[in-house]
T-cell receptor
Framework: DQQVKQNSPSLSVQEGRISILNCDYT??????FLWYKKYPAEGPTFLIS?????DKNEDGRFTVFLNKSAKHLSLHIVPSQPGDSAVYFC??????????????FGQGTRLTINP | ETGVTQTPRHLVMGMTNKKSLKCEQH?????MYWYKQSAKKPLELMFV???????ENNSVPSRFSPECPNSSHLFLHLHTLQPEDSALYLC?????????????FGPGTRLTVL
């Protein structure tokens, strides 16, 4: 039972265009969502997050949109750059345990930015 | 050293060996986590420590034994593993607060069990 799903294993985008990565979830108790980026041979790096009280959060070229009724979030990267080529993971949190969080991750989407 | 470090980066072991993975965070955090990433599967949370106390064991077999001697160090002791335990093991840390905070990850240990 996968609670967080990234249905596109890969995405290819032209440099300078918009990259849109999608994530769906099933657990309505999730109230905090994060995007991580992972390069080969490195650990995931935090990119951007959003709490369930918002529907949009923006940080430079990165914007995350949350649609609670559809249980869907997306990450927009504009403009896309070659250095954005990586695997992107969506993660969600429903509870804190003594201040620590339980994150549930999607399978990841490999983004390739073509020059 | 900065961030979250993990050693070794690669480990090959037989099923009868005993080995340990080490994680150290230099961020002043007080929650630490072990995750497992198998091929073509999402990251799976294994253990959570908050303020040096284990607060979550996510149905992990007893052949994996975590240890958190202080808020900066986390170990994963391995014994009598199976080939299906071959995976990337990631350590993460975060700050314990009343709100939400992102977790910071180490580079991982690539484990191969023969």
């Amino acid at each position: 039972d996968q609670q967080v799903k990234q249905n596109s294993p890969s995405l290819s985008v032209q440099e300078g265009r918009i990259s849109i990565l999608n994530c769906d979830y099933t657990n309505s108790m999730f109230d905090y969502f994060l995007w991580y980026k992972k390069y080969p041979a490195e650990g995931p790096t935090f990119l951007i997050s959003i709490s369930s009280i918002k529907d949009k959060n923006e940080d430079g070229r990165f914007t995350v949109f949350l649609n609670k009724s559809a249980k869907h979030l997306s990450l927009h990267i504009v403009p896309s750059q070659p250095g954005d080529s990586a695997v992107y993971f969506c993660a969600a949190s429903a509870m804190r345990i003594q201040g620590a969080q339980k994150l549930v991750f999607g399978q990841g989407t490999r983004l390739t930015i073509n020059p | 050293e900065t961030g979250v470090t993990q050693t070794p980066r690669h480990l090959v072991m037989g099923m009868t060996n005993k080995k340990s993975l080490k994680c150290e965070q230099h961020l002043g955090h007080n929650a630490m986590y072990w995750y497992k990433q198998s091929a073509k599967k999402p990251l799976e949370l294994m253990f959570v420590y908050s303020l040096e106390e284990r607060v979550e064991n996510n149905s992990v077999p007893s052949r994996f034994s975590p240890e958190c001697p202080n808020s900066s160090h986390l170990f994963l002791h391995l014994h009598t593993l199976q080939p299906e335990d071959s995976a990337l093991y990631l350590c993460a840390s975060s700050q314990v607060t009343g709100g939400y905070n992102e977790q910071f990850f180490g580079p991982g240990t690539r484990l191969t069990v023969l």
